[in-house]
């Protein structure tokens, strides 16, 4: 049954210093972080969130801004998509975060929707999360007990179950420049072009060295496993070889890395289907002068 609005209780803290405080209640009586609200509007609405008090982190400008230094870019964790596909150097450096970006929703949800509740919502089929998977990400996050850099890739322990604690907030991530030439790809499948949950979501990055042979490569799926995950098999088969030469071999090891399942939204069989065909398209376009 649809959660009765009147029936809940709001936190509006002015600093981080007050929102960490009130995190660090007891259990019970800790309230829910509340960002854009566009995941937790709909469980409400639903009626399957249990929260009755909510932290809204709105008035926060410690979680604000997208900063540019010498080694990455800092991403506040309040930052929207529409200010992600806004930002120049993000659309230069980070196009595959900017393509992710573009595909979360529609302008109204891409205008609320956050960073930080992408990641804390922590569905395998968040738009954001192979981007972050893909280019190394960190997450800072904070509690009145101290500050951690989780690294992206240890955030999930399996289903929406995050090594995140529940006093902990996202305040940022972290994303470090990508080796120079490596070659970003990203590849959103759903039901329909627009405004569809992702059957698959993939985040290439690749490099070869002056003799044409793989030296980097991040292969981060979505919508395949109960987490994001990369795909080391595959991975593998790439490393130290021209990416044309390896992509059958590439491919072949791509089923033994995912495990898609069976859902309302696709099966397991077309799920690995299409995981392979875009694996294929990313490193036909990633060896230049190879048709897409
Ligand atoms: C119509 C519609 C279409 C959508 N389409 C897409 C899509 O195409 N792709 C996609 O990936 N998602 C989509 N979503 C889901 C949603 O928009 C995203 O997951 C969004 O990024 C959630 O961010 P938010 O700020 O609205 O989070 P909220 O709803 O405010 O919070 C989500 C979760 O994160 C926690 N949280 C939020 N911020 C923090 C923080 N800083 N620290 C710790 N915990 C935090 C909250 O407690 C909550 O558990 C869609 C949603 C709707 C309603």
Same mark, same amino acid.
């Given at each position: ?95 595959? *975060?900017? &393509?992710? @970006? +573009? %595909?979360?929703?529609? /302008?109204?949800?891409?205008?609320? $929707? ?5 990641? #804390? ?107 994001? *995950?990369? &795909?080391? @098999? +595959? %991975?593998?088969?790439? /490393?130290?070889?021209?990416?044309? $030469? ?5 491919? #072949? ?40």
């Amino acid at each position: 049954m649809r959660t009765a609005l009147s029936s809940l209780a709001v936190v509006r803290p002015r600093s981080l210093a007050q929102a960490l405080r009130a995190l660090a209640a007891p259990d019970g009586e800790r309230p829910v972080p509340l960002a854009g609200g566009t995941d937790l509007l709909v469980y409400l609405n639903a009626g399957t969130h249990r929260g009755r008090r909510f932290l809204d982190l709105e008035r926060l400008r410690e979680l604000r801004g997208i900063r540019v230094g010498r080694p990455g870019v800092t991403i506040g964790a309040l930052a929207t998509f529409r200010e992600i596909r806004a930002h120049p150097v993000l659309r230069r450096r980070f196009p595959a *975060l900017v &393509a992710a @970006a +573009a %595909e979360v929703g529609a /302008l109204q949800i891409q205008a609320r $929707a956050t960073l930080g509740g992408n990641i #804390a919502n922590a569905s395998p089929a968040g738009d954001s999360l192979p981007v972050l998977l893909a280019h190394d990400a960190v997450v800072l996050a904070r509690s009145r007990r101290g500050a951690r850099a989780i690294p992206f890739a240890d955030l999930y322990r399996g289903y929406r179950d995050l090594t995140l604690a529940s006093d902990e907030l996202i305040v940022a991530v972290r994303l470090p420049f990508p080796p120079a030439g490596a070659v970003p790809f990203f590849r959103k499948v759903g039901t329909r072009r627009a405004q569809s949950i992702s059957k698959v979501v993939f985040c290439g990055l690749l490099r070869r060295d002056a003799r044409g042979r793989t030296d980097h490569v991040r292969l981060a799926w979505g919508s395949v496993a109960p987490v994001t *995950l990369r &795909a080391r @098999a +595959a %991975e593998a088969a790439l /490393l130290g070889k021209p990416p044309a $030469a390896a992509a059958a071999a590439a491919v #072949a090891a791509l089923a033994g890395d995912l495990a898609p399942i069976d859902d309302i939204r696709s099966d397991r069989a077309y799920r690995s289907a299409v995981a392979a065909n875009v694996l294929a398209q990313f490193l036909r376009a990633a060896t230049p002068g190879r048709a897409r």
